[in-house]
């Protein structure tokens, strides 16, 4: 039953054009700008580590041809540009490109489909016209936001996608809202952009856990800013493209969308619901089997002088939820191992914790992980349902003389209910970072992204994260 009053707008789709177009700074709140930010520097140091991936380089490479005078940075690169939509192309694969960044529930990686939108959006801005600190978070936000609520529309989107990878979904739509609201656009040609974004939009799933997969982050944030754009040229089009069976309704069986609240004293979805920020590289689902296998390893190594007793180890089983692209008996590349439960429980046990090295062909392919990946069998509890608010992993390692040794996680660290310390946060950032950027320019960004309210031209960020020091910017650092 509709109240009259909640009916402040004829359809859904023009509903979400009024809050996209008339949201601004003013209603994020301290919680909001506080968690954005987080999200912001994880997501930049994500996608610092991915400009290393083979990956990355090949989509660079492609993108090359697209070079013009009109350029924005591509991140940890001094001396190479591309147009606005390549840039975003490039920086959005280089982010998913590890499966490093964020997690949202419902589930999507909310911020690196907008974040290297509206950064290589603001570049292309005239110098006469910066644009601040404060317009990227608002932007930013309204990009998150839009993605929340159209997953809201669908019940079945709060479990782990069967078959569209919602970052080619929804991504796509929060990139173009970001976009929209960064041009200032009014509110029919936000309508317009929410549809042109529309006709960009869905990847099939099957292409997780290949080189495919980063592409699907990339071209959201891409097809996002041009949806933007061509809306700007005044391209028209279906109206009510979120109300429709035949709109976003396309993407799901279960379609029921819903009138977002008024603009006063706005509501964000970010307030009720936190991210997952992950502390290695991998399908979030297997950071449950993470935790509880690297406490299995600790009982374990108490008992045997500190060296794990391989060749006692009969069984390993694992309850976890039935995610069937999870479920990856013998991984054979890098972007498989990411998506397995198995490799990362026998990597856990191993070596007792997980990283960026975990990954390493080298690692991949030693021997006692495929001894151990032999003995390891999967379970699929009826009560373990496949969302990440409620997942749990038991790892119970059986050894030869019939003893059992057994963990379960129920919230990993990193976890929305168990979120990471700001140190921590920053030390992956610096990890991450490190690599590729002067250490000047990483702290440049830490710093700039933790006064981003208060920075005068945003502009400062990509000087940063192309990778020059400091010394070229004491003009441009001015905190308002």
Known sequence: ????????????????????????????????????????????????????????????????????????????????????????????????????????????????????????????????KKISGLDLLLAFNVGIEVQGRLLHFSREARNIPKRFHPPAVVGTMGSAAACAKLLALDQLECKNALAIAASYAGAPLANAATQIKPLHVGNAAKHGLEAACLALQGLQGNQQILDMESGMGAFYTDYNPQALPTLQSYPWLLDQQDVAIKRFPAHLATHWVADAASSVRRKLVENSENSLPLDKIEKVILKVPEVKYVNRPSPASEHEARHSFQFVACSALLDGSMSVQSFTSENIHRPALWELLCKTQLEHPPDNTPSFDSLYCQVTVTLQDGNTISDCCTTFYGHWRKPLKKEDLEKKFQSNALGILPTEAVEGIIETVYNLEKVEDCSVLSTFLSGQSARALTEKLRFL
């Open 1 to 128: 039953m509709h109240h009259p009053c909640k009916m402040w707008a004829k359809t859904v789709t023009e509903n979400f054009a009024k809050v996209i177009h008339g949201l601004n700074a003013n209603q994020l709140t301290d919680q909001v700008i506080q968690r954005s930010k987080r999200m912001i520097l994880d997501t930049l140091g994500v996608g610092l580590l991915g400009t290393s991936t083979e990956v990355c380089h090949k989509v660079a490479q492609y993108s090359k041809i697209y070079s013009s005078d009109l350029s924005s940075t591509i991140w940890g690169h001094l001396d190479f540009q591309l147009p606005p939509l390549y840039a975003a192309f490039v920086n959005g694969v280089a982010v998913h490109s590890m499966d490093f960044d964020d997690t949202w529930h419902p589930a999507t990686h909310p911020s690196g489909v907008v974040l290297p939108a509206v950064i290589a959006l603001s570049e292309a801005f005239p110098q006469k």
